[in-house]
């Protein structure tokens, strides 16, 4: 079973980089972990951009029992399609992140942040050493 956590950070000022951050667990043996900047997204979408970065990186075990840990307690409801936003870029990229989800049956993703155990391991498993 492989184990992921996912950290998408936006910055306050438009036009500055987003910061993507990724552990990666496969039977509780570190296989990944990275921090990766990337182009200015919207805030409202930054969410979506990271789960899609890690999707791209764990394509080649799209077969496999995956969990996903993320603090972003929309990320469901965007991607059930149940969000009530109005907001057009995060509509659109919901549709793109649905479909690169179908591409892994066996993917759960659980927001951490209502679980103060979980979360409390989500922030010391995407604490990178300087």
Request: hydrophobic share 45%.
């Given at each position: 079973?492989?184990?992921?956590?996912?950290?998408?950070?936006?910055?306050?000022?438009?036009?500055?980089d987003i910061?993507?951050?990724?552990?990666?667990?496969?039977?509780?043996?570190?296989?990944?972990?990275?921090?990766?900047?990337?182009?200015?997204?919207?805030?409202?979408?930054?969410?979506?951009?990271?789960?899609?970065?890690?999707?791209?990186?764990?394509?080649?075990?799209?077969?496999?029992?995956?969990?996903?840990?993320?603090n972003d307690?929309?990320?469901?409801?965007?991607?059930?399609?149940?969000?009530?936003?109005?907001?057009?870029?995060?509509?659109?990229?919901?549709?793109?992140?649905?479909?690169?989800?179908?591409?892994?049956?066996?993917?759960?993703?659980?927001?951490?942040?209502?679980?103060?155990?979980?979360?409390?391991e989500w922030?010391?498993?995407?604490?990178?050493?300087?």
């Amino acid at each position: 079973m492989i184990k992921a956590y996912l950290a998408g950070i936006s910055t306050t000022y438009e036009g500055e980089d987003i910061q993507v951050q990724y552990c990666i667990l496969e039977d509780e043996a570190l296989i990944a972990k990275q921090a990766v900047f990337l182009d200015y997204r919207k805030p409202a979408i930054v969410g979506q951009v990271a789960l899609q970065t890690l999707l791209n990186v764990l394509k080649d075990k799209a077969d496999q029992d995956i969990v996903i840990c993320m603090n972003d307690a929309t990320i469901h409801e965007v991607i059930k399609g149940t969000t009530t936003t109005r907001n057009q870029d995060v509509l659109k990229m919901a549709v793109i992140t649905r479909k690169r989800l179908s591409r892994f049956p066996k993917l759960v993703i659980q927001d951490v942040g209502k679980d103060p155990e979980a979360l409390a391991e989500w922030t010391e498993m995407l604490k990178f050493e300087h």
